[in-house]
C-alpha cells in the first residue's frame, strides 16, 4: 500500500517528504526539481510497540511501515501533456491515497508557478487535471461497455449506468470520491479502473513557521476540505526540515519542547496516511523480536496469517489472541492466562488493531 505526496510544483512536496523519509529527494527553488518519483519506506511511529517491548525485552523491536511515493509537480493543462503531465499521471495512478500539499504561507523568496499564493487555486488547479484524466479513462470505457449493453448483457447495462453517473460528476468539475457506490459496483466497476479523484485524499496545508501568518489559507482549506468529508493535516516543512537537522532525539525533543509540541509534524502526516490507506496494526511479541505488522482494517484472522507467511495463511488452524490492553495491564502471558484473558479465535476473527496474536497453523 502507497501514497502519493503530490501538489503543484514548488509547494514543499519534495522537503516534506526528505523529513519523512531516510531517501533524501532533491529540494530547491524552481518548477520540476522532482522530474521522476522518489520513493520511501517510512516507519509507522508506535508508542504500544516501546511498551510492549519494555515488557517482552526483545533482542529486536520492528515498525510497521508504509510506502510514501513523492510524485513530479502538475502544473494547469498536464492532462494534455503539459510539464511532466502524463508522466505525473501516471504515477499518480498506481498509488492507492493522496497527499495534496498545499502552499499555505507567503515567503517572495520562493517562487510560485501561478505568481500568487491561493491554495483553494491550487487545489482546484489540480482537481480538474486529475478530473480530466479521470473523464478520458470513464469515455474510453463507456464506449466499449455501450455496445455490449446494446445486447442487453444486464451487467453491461449496469456498468453503463454507474459510468454516466461517474461521467456526469466529472463534467461538473466534482471528484468521482464525492459518489457514494455500493460495494458491488465498487469492486466490479470502480475499482478496475483506477480513478485517481476516488482515490481518497489528506489536504496537508504546508504553513508558516508562526502558524498564525498562515490561518487564513488554513480556514479556507479546513472549510473546503469539511465539503468534501476530507481530512485536514497542519504542518511546517521549514520546521520539520529544522527538525531533521538535528542529531540527537534529545535536541529533536527541546525543540519541540520550545514550540509546545509533543511530536512532530512528519510523525502526525506518518499516521494519517497509515490512517488514510484504511489500515492497522497487530502484534506479534517474543523474546526474538516484538513486532508490528500491516493489515486493512476488517482483515480476517487467516489473511492476517499470511502477511507473516503464506504458509500460516494456508494452513490456518486458529489464531491466540491477547489484547494490547490486557497485554500491558498482566504484563505475562502466565498471568494473561491465569486470568483468562487469551482468547482461542477461528478463521472469520476479524483482527483488532493492537491485538497480540500467535497463529497456530499445519502445512
Not at 446494446?150 to 466534482?174: C, H, M, R
Amino acid at each position: 500500500m502507497k501514497a502519493g505526496i503530490v501538489g503543484l510544483p514548488n509547494v514543499g512536496k519534495s522537503t516534506l517528504f526528505n523529513c519523512l523519509s531516510n531517501v533524501k529527494a532533491q529540494s530547491a527553488n524552481f518548477p520540476f526539481c522532482t522530474i521522476e518519483p522518489n520513493v520511501g519506506f517510512i516507519h509507522v511511529p508506535d508508542e504500544r510497540l516501546e511498551a510492549l517491548s519494555n515488557i517482552v525485552n526483545p533482542e529486536k523491536i520492528i515498525p510497521t511501515k508504509i510506502e510514501i511515493v513523492d510524485i513530479a509537480g502538475l502544473v494547469k493543462g498536464a492532462s494534455k501533456g503539459e510539464g511532466l503531465g502524463n508522466k505525473f499521471l501516471a504515477n499518480i495512478r498506481e498509488t492507492d491515497a493522496i497527499l495534496h500539499v498545499l502552499r499555505c504561507f507567503d515567503d517572495g523568496n520562493i517562487t510560485h508557478v501561478e505568481n500568487s499564493v491561493n491554495p483553494i487555486r491550487d487545489k482546484e488547479i489540480i482537481d480538474i487535471e486529475l478530473q480530466f484524466k479521470d473523464l478520458e479513462t470513464v469515455e474510453k470505457r463507456i464506449e466499449k461497455v455501450t455496445k455490449i449493453a446494446k445486447t442487453g448483457d444486464k451487467d453491461a447495462v449496469k456498468e453503463n449506468e454507474v459510468l454516466l453517473s461517474i461521467k456526469k460528476t466529472l463534467e461538473a468539475s466534482k471528484n468521482v470520491r464525492s459518489l457514494t457506490f455500493s460495494l458491488e459496483d465498487t469492486t466490479k466497476y470502480i475499482k478496475p479502473l483506477q480513478l485517481i479523484t476516488y482515490k481518497p485524499v489528506l489536504y496537508v496545508c504546508n504553513v508558516a513557521e508562526n502558524i498564525n501568518e498562515s490561518k487564513k489559507y488554513v480556514d479556507e482549506v479546513t472549510k473546503l476540505a469539511k465539503d468534501e468529508n476530507a481530512e485536514v493535516l497542519i504542518i511546517s516543512a521549514k520546521i520539520e526540515s529544522d527538525i531533521n537537522e538535528l542529531e540527537s532525539d534529545e535536541d529533536k525533543q527541546l525543540f519541540l519542547e520550545e514550540l509546545n509540541l509533543t511530536e512532530t509534524g512528519s510523525s502526525r502526516l506518518i499516521k494519517a496516511a497509515y490512517k488514510l490507506l484504511n489500515l492497522h496494526t497487530f502484534f506479534t511479541a517474543g523474546k526474538q523480536e516484538v513486532r508490528a505488522w500491516t493489515i486493512p482494517i476488517g482483515a480476517l484472522a487467516p489473511e492476517a496469517a499470511g502477511v507473516i507467511h503464506s504458509d500460516f495463511e494456508k494452513g490456518f488452524i486458529r489464531a491466540e489472541v491477547i489484547s494490547y490492553e490486557d497485554y500491558i495491564k498482566y504484563k505475562s502471558e502466565v498471568k494473561i492466562k491465569e486470568e483468562g484473558k487469551l482468547k482461542i479465535e477461528g478463521k472469520n476473527y476479524i483482527l483488532k488493531d493492537g491485538d497480540i496474536v500467535h497463529f497456530r497453523f499445519n502445512v
